[in-house]
Antibody, heavy 121, light 109 residues
């Protein structure tokens, strides 16, 4: 079964740091770009960051650029999001989502995790 | 990085058809045939229902269809069913970003 499982959410104070992980199974992880997408309480979806299948190319939303770092370990089928200098507006459910593209993201996110909640307060 | 523009809400009766618009710019929707649509029920993760503007993933009902004209993409749902009541989001490839629309709440009357 194709699956993504996120870990690492929690309560953190403003200015603090948190690292999210997303473990993939059921597909060739290194062949696809992967995204982080968040959803603030009662709000819509916001794309946060993406990384190519090889890990060579990374992309960020302006709202997190310079504070968040996306990375992946293809030997462990795991995606990461290091979040520093956290703010109240970063409070959200964070989803990892497999892209249909390989070298770049934006071709359609066809597999989603269940989400992990980050609360900055 | 501007978000795409969707209507906040639409509604329809069972059996009817509805269309949700998604307006972007020449930097995203207008330049690429890479608009995706997602369905999200309350408390659930989003589900891909349309990719590359018009294509449906395996298992998605053919009642869902996508189209594009200029800088505006559209999602049409025909033969509305109660289970279609959900939030719908569009997104587009845009080189170094992937903007989402603000979402449209579909109510089945």
């Amino acid at each position: 079964e194709v699956q993504l499982l996120e870990f690492g959410g929690g309560l953190v104070q403003p200015g603090g740091s948190l690292r999210l992980s997303c473990v993939a199974s059921g597909f060739t992880f290194s062949s696809y770009a992967v995204n982080w997408v968040r959803q603030a309480p009662g709000k819509g979806l916001e794309w946060v960051s993406a990384i190519s299948g090889s890990g060579a190319n990374t992309f960020y939303a302006d709202s997190v650029k310079g504070r968040f770092t996306i990375s992946r370990d293809n030997s462990k089928n795991t995606l990461y999001l290091q979040m520093n200098s956290l703010r109240g507006e970063d409070t959200a459910v964070y989803y990892c989502a497999k892209d249909r593209g390989a070298a770049a993201a934006g071709y359609g996110m066809d597999v989603w995790g269940q989400g992990t909640t980050v609360t900055v307060s | 990085q501007s978000a795409l523009t969707q209507p906040a809400s639409v509604s329809g009766s069972p059996g009817q058809s509805i269309t949700i618009s998604c307006t972007g710019s020449s930097s995203d929707v207008g330049s690429y045939n890479l608009v995706s649509w997602y369905q999200q029920h309350p408390g659930k993760a989003p589900k891909l229902i349309i990719y590359e503007g018009t294509k449906r993933p395996s298992g998605v009902s053919n009642r869902f269809s996508g189209s594009k004209s200029g800088n505006t993409a559209s999602l049409t749902i025909s033969g509305l069913q109660a289970e279609d009541e959900a939030a719908y989001y569009c997104s587009s490839f845009a080189r170094s970003t992937i903007p989402f629309g603000g979402g449209t709440k579909l109510t089945v009357l």
